[in-house]
């Protein structure tokens, strides 16, 4: 089992930038695929990145490519995502979760973090 606590989130001006973390504790992180999901208010969740077993990365949203770098940091057990040139559609919470396996369910999240971006 892992827990998964994001920090890093804030309020930025358009065009400005914010790296989001993920810290994970528990059974040993580099055995679980890690992702980046987001809601902003009155829609549903998207998944945003993730990052396989192995550190592929994956951009599931196709406005965040380009501009979202998502990386992991096994020797200190922490998940990053990578925002440059926000807008303010990027606006939401962003979720951290964690997965045994680079397919399938999530099967732990965190508690998520405010990314405001103003025009």
């Known amino acids: 089992q892992v827990q998964v606590a994001e920090s890093g989130g804030g309020l930025v001006q358009a065009g400005g930038s914010l790296r989001l973390s993920c810290a994970a504790s528990g059974r040993t992180f580099s055995s679980y695929s890690m992702g980046w999901f987001r809601q902003a208010p009155g829609k549903e969740r998207e998944a945003v990145a993730q990052?396989?077993?192995?550190?592929?990365?994956?951009y599931d949203a196709d406005s965040v490519k380009g501009r979202f770098t998502i990386f992991r940091g096994n020797a200190k057990n922490t998940l990053y995502l990578q925002m440059n040139n926000l807008k303010p559609e990027d606006t939401a919470v962003y979720y951290c979760a964690a997965r045994s396996s680079d397919s399938g369910p999530w099967d732990y999240w965190g508690q998520g973090t405010q990314v405001t971006v103003s025009s």
């Open positions: 990052v396989s077993r192995s550190g592929t990365s994956t």
